[in-house]
């Protein structure tokens, strides 16, 4: 399972969340880098019989995807009070 963690945050869906605050991001950059995630999910999804590694996995993803967002809410929020 720890495998799989890893190869989900190689995807680079989530290099660019990393690289997000360093550099200009597109969104056809972001909108392919979604479908890559999304097959990975999908084969990972079928090819996986046991629901609780599914469900830990996701879980995963999600608490990921949460910090991102609450990363950057913060630092949208410290660009304003900048200004």
């Known amino acids: 399972m720890n495998t799989y963690m890893n190869l989900i ?3 680079r869906f989530f290099h660019l969340l990393s690289e997000y605050s360093q550099r200009k991001v597109s969104a056809s950059e972001f909108t392919k880098a979604i479908e890559e995630l999304a ?18 996995c996701f879980s995963f993803g ?22």
């Open 9 to 11: 945050l190689e995807q």
């Open 39 to 56: 097959i990975h999910v999908a084969n990972f999804s079928i090819n996986e019989q046991d629901y609780n590694v599914l469900l830990r």
């Open 62 to 83: 999600l608490h990921r995807l949460k910090s991102y967002r609450v990363r950057f809410e913060q630092e949208k929020n410290a660009l304003f009070a900048s200004n």
